[in-house]
Nanobody
């Protein structure tokens, strides 16, 4: 079993920055593919970014390219640096992890591609 805990959410003005972190714990035997999703009020959960086990490969949603950066501290911890935040970025941000070591956009841009989910952290961007 794997548990994921997000942190770093909060309130920020448009144009500002915020850094989210996700820590994985529990019974894991190797690095995990990990990613970030977000869900705005009244909207479907959408893909934000994903990172391979090695941390050398990443995917981003078009809406956040050039503004957000996903990174890996180690096998079980990832971050999401969010710059130039917009009100449209307001959402609950969820960390996810997948036991499957094969990193692909088709799998890891979908919530069904992940085995574990955190509880989420609220990010609010004021205009």
């Amino acid at each position: 079993q794997v548990q994921l805990v997000e942190s770093g959410g909060g309130l920020v003005q448009a144009g500002g920055s915020l850094r989210l972190s996700c820590a994985a714990s529990g019974r894991t035997f190797s690095s995990l593919v990990m990613g970030w999703f977000r869900q705005a009020p009244g909207k479907e959960r959408e893909f934000v970014a994903a990172i391979s086990r090695s941390g050398l490969s990443v995917f981003y949603a078009d809406s956040v390219k050039g503004r957000f950066t996903i990174s890996r501290d180690n096998a079980k911890n990832i971050n999401l640096q969010m710059n130039s935040l917009k009100p449209e970025d307001t959402a609950v941000y969820y960390c996810a992890a997948d036991r499957d070591p094969t990193f692909s956009f088709s799998r890891h841009s979908r919530f069904s591609g992940y085995d574990y989910w955190g509880q989420g952290t609220q990010v609010t961007v004021s205009s």
